[in-house]
């Protein structure tokens, strides 16, 4: 038990060093974090405003502009971590890749570690968007302990969509076929999920599609704790139980993939 | 005593036998050099000793650990600079040494000693705390060295240490190999394709030529076996054929001139 306990801490420990790494990177070029957010911006002031006057979207009693909120920091959310691969292919044209691989560092804790980097990201979004919907006139629930959540839910969809980006690095092996099945996923991760429509206004199979996407749990976890009068169609259980399986599988697969991109 | 040795060690790459049946052993306290023209398999020989990449067939041991069924406790006793330039240009140099210090679990009360005499050993404390890339190409070599050699393993493996660098930067790194081995007692292993350096580092050379040892022994039992006076050009020559590189292909060509370039 000790020794399992003493393995624990090690891990997070090693996890913890990843991310502050990337943390200490994103601190010397603090640019890309400003360019990053002119993106949901851009969703919220012109999709947002004019589908705010489309009458008729079943928001469960929200106005349009609150019901987008969530999922565009979802979206932005899932645009940063679904990309992160062609850093890790990058850091291997590098070299940088292959002395952490051959450190005593658990394959698991820098595959974590990396994602944890990407939440962090996220969470800087997130303050950016808090910020955009106040002035909007959305009104958001300030709850400390619905703060955390939200906190939780981006942290957990960031690890998904980075791991998952891992793992195409892993098989693409070239920025070139990264890049391509990246683009590809990308649109339907967003569109086939409740981010910017409620699932009740798509056809049939598009319902099962958004169903089976992840993004729908983080943006359904993400509008419940958001918003004032926001609630959640699966139920706050079924969302972050499917976020955390789902983590906790990738991040397992990711480190067995991640030593492939050296290889 | 044999402190890294390897039986029939083999890697395919599909139909491309990059390594064929490796059997050598490296004593402990030598300078070991892997010599040949690119494409010989030098790099792959290093992937697989550093548990980067599993061997088709055959084993090897690190240290007494097998390299696949003790891949985490090999990876506790070695050091390991790859090819390609490893240091991560958009941190400092002490924050690069920071983290493998963490990374190889250095306890706290020793790491910022630690990470100092590493800076100084190397002639970087000057630097420490600019970007590495503002870095000369000596520099970014001497730190990676220094990473490497932090946990103070007792093999350390160096891929092609000085590709791309000036003579004066190559001296200088050439410098601090030497006084590793002397200060640390370190094993090193290590690749290159300019006989100068095997010559004034190692104290043995195995030359490869397509996946196999064409010969080994020291510089001075290399000459002599091809004929008096010889340099080991000459020696190199004569064991890889001579012939046009048929090697490395474009990746390899196109990542030798990347780090060329990064080395400014």
């Given at each position: 038990m000790p020794d399992l306990i003493a393995s624990l801490a090690g891990f997070a420990r090693k996890t913890m060093t990843i991310a502050e790494l990337e943390v200490r990177k994103l601190r010397h070029e603090p640019v890309d974090i400003f360019s990053r957010a002119v993106q949901p911006a851009l969703w919220l002031l012109i999709f947002g405003q004019v589908f705010t006057r489309v009458p008729g979207?079943?928001?469960?009693?929200?106005?349009?502009?609150?019901?987008?909120?969530?999922?565009?920091?979802?979206?932005?959310?899932?645009?940063?971590?679904?990309?992160?691969?062609?850093?890790?292919?990058?850091?291997?044209?590098?070299?940088?890749?292959?002395?952490?691989?051959?450190?005593?560092?658990?394959?698991?804790?820098?595959?974590?570690?990396?994602?944890?980097?990407?939440?962090?990201?996220?969470?800087?979004?997130?303050?950016?968007?808090?910020?955009?919907?106040?002035?909007?006139?959305?009104?958001?629930?300030?709850?400390?302990?619905?703060?955390?959540?939200?906190?939780?839910?981006?942290?957990l969809g960031a690890t998904i969509f980075s791991t998952f980006s891992l793992i195409i690095a892993a098989l693409a092996k070239t920025r070139e076929a990264f890049m391509g099945i990246s683009q590809l996923l990308i649109f339907p991760l967003f569109f086939a999920s409740n981010a910017i429509f409620p699932i009740a206004l798509m056809p049939p199979w598009l319902q099962v599609v958004s169903r089976l996407n992840p993004l729908s749990y983080q943006v359904d976890a993400l509008r419940a704790l958001m918003l004032v009068g926001g609630t959640s169609v699966y139920g706050l259980g079924v969302d972050f139980g499917v976020l955390l399986g789902l983590s906790a599988v990738l991040v397992f697969v990711g480190g067995r993939m991640y030593p492939r991109v050296a290889m | 005593m044999a402190i890294v040795e390897t039986w029939s060690l083999t890697r395919r790459f599909d139909a491309l036998v990059a390594v064929d049946a490796l059997t050598v052993a490296v004593q402990a306290g030598e300078v070991f050099g892997l010599v040949g023209p690119n494409g010989a398999g030098k790099t792959t020989v290093i992937k697989m000793l550093v548990t980067l990449l599993p061997p088709s067939s055959g084993t090897a041991q690190v240290a007494g650990y097998d390299i696949v069924r003790q891949a985490s406790q090999v990876r506790r006793v070695i050091g390991y600079v790859p090819q390609a330039l490893s240091a991560d240009a958009t941190l400092t140099g002490y924050e690069n040494l920071l983290i493998f210090a963490r990374l190889y679990d250095i306890p706290r009360a020793e790491r910022e000693d630690r990470i100092r005499s590493a800076l100084d050993y190397m002639g970087l404390a000057d630097s420490a705390h600019k970007l590495v890339r503002t870095y000369s190409g000596g520099m970014i070599r001497r730190l990676e060295i220094a990473q490497s050699m932090l946990h103070r393993p007792p093999v350390l493996f160096l891929d092609e240490p000085t590709v791309g660098l000036d003579p004066v930067a190559r001296q200088s790194v050439w410098g601090r190999i030497g006084e590793m081995r002397r200060d640390y007692e370190t094993t090193i292993i290590l690749t290159t394709h300019y006989m100068e350096e095997a010559d004034s580092l190692c104290s043995r050379v195995a030359i490869m030529h397509l996946g196999r040892v064409a010969a080994i022994g020291s510089p001075a039992q290399l000459k002599a076996s091809i004929g008096e006076g010889a340099t080991l050009d000459e020696v190199f020559v004569h064991y890889t054929g001579g012939e046009m590189e048929e090697g490395g292909g474009y990746r390899e060509a196109e990542r030798t001139r990347r780090t060329t370039r990064r080395l400014g």
């Open positions: 979207i079943p928001t469960g009693g929200l106005p349009y502009i609150s019901f987008l909120t969530p999922g565009i920091l979802a979206q932005s959310v899932l645009f940063i971590a679904i990309f992160y691969g062609i850093a890790i292919i990058w850091e291997r044209d590098l070299g940088i890749t292959y002395k952490f691989l051959a450190s005593p560092t658990p394959r698991e804790a820098l595959v974590l570690g990396k994602a944890l980097a990407a939440g962090l990201r996220g969470l800087l979004q997130a303050v950016i968007i808090y910020a955009l919907a106040a002035l909007l006139g959305v009104a958001l629930n300030l709850s400390p302990v619905d703060l955390l959540g939200v906190v939780a839910a981006i942290l | -």
